[in-house]
């Protein structure tokens, strides 16, 4: 088992940690949200995370936000110089995303800072693999130097005789979908709420990217018929919650359905030239668990990787947000 944590972030830092909260920066703002697994104190007095935040979320259910459903309520006390929206950017390589943050009535704002492991890993395998080898001429950059990049005006256009199809299930907003698309794949994003689709749609746009395949419906029936249509993808990318409903009520819980979409997504992947990446943010659940599902289905996978998303504080405490499995092959 390996620990990962994203190593190129810029405007996002996890400040600190305790009393079952997290104190983070997103951009210029700073962000008080509950985290059931900082079980320690915090290395900051209270006083201290009062004068730093711009707001903070406060639950008036006891649910755990494991969950990701709608049914999580809450409110956030917000301080005069917090807006509702803001823009954040990440950077890796050639790959440059901008995210559009809000405050949500159940605590998230429309990124997983930790996810970033995954995006890099996506990106790299797609950018590197000479089956997918993509030349890109019309670049959403317009500067080789990192520091100063900015986004064109004009969306940009990949030139590969093969490109990568990609599928995200449970894809939220879509980080893991941007860096598919950035890297040339054909990408297929698929989440139950369409709210959201339209959220991730926003972040298409910002991030200079375009013609991503929005699907709002529930993704083990989408999975299911997929496989009776004989189609197969070159890589699957699944973050599924703990619970969720599906657009027509239908209900997702993670310990009844995670081993059907497991044997599903076996039969949509290609089995050459294909990459899997599995995350889960549920305490229940282990890295062990993972592995020992997709290897049920899939077979042994000599490069197989499993392990934590963490994130350490500013007292180096590390905070666990979720396993992490993913092969290529």
Known sequence: MKLFTPECWTDYELIDSGGLEKLERFGKFILARPEP??????????????????????????????????????????????????????????????????????????????????????????????KFKVQNHNSNLKSDNPSTRTLATSPPHYLTSSPAKVLNLFAYTGGASLAARAAGADVVHVDSVKPVVTWAREMMEASGLNDIRWVVEDALKFVQREVKRGNR???????????????????????????????????????????????????????LISESLVRSHFGELPEIETGELYFADRANRKLPLGTVLRFTR
């Open 37 to 130: 697994q900082a079980v320690w104190s915090k290395s900051l007095q209270g006083e201290e995370w009062e004068k730093m935040f711009h707001a903070r979320y406060k639950r008036t259910r006891g649910i755990d936000p494991a969950k990701r459903e709608n049914s999580e309520k809450g409110e956030w006390i917000r301080k005069k110089t917090m807006p509702d929206r803001w823009k954040i950017g990440y950077s890796y390589r050639e790959m440059q995303l901008q995210f559009r943050l809000g405050l949500t009535s159940f605590g998230h704002i429309g990124v997983f800072p930790e996810q970033a492991v995954n995006w890099n890993y996506i990106y790299d395998f797609l950018s590197q693999s000479s």
């Open 233 to 287: 993808y070159d890589g699957i990318i699944l973050d599924p919650p703990a619970y969720g409903r599906g657009p027509e009520g239908e209900k997702w819980i993670l310990q009844d359905s995670i081993d059907e979409m497991i044997a599903l997504c076996h039969q949509l992947l290609n089995p050459e030239h294909s990459f899997f990446v599995l995350s889960l943010y549920s305490m229940g659940f282990s890295s």
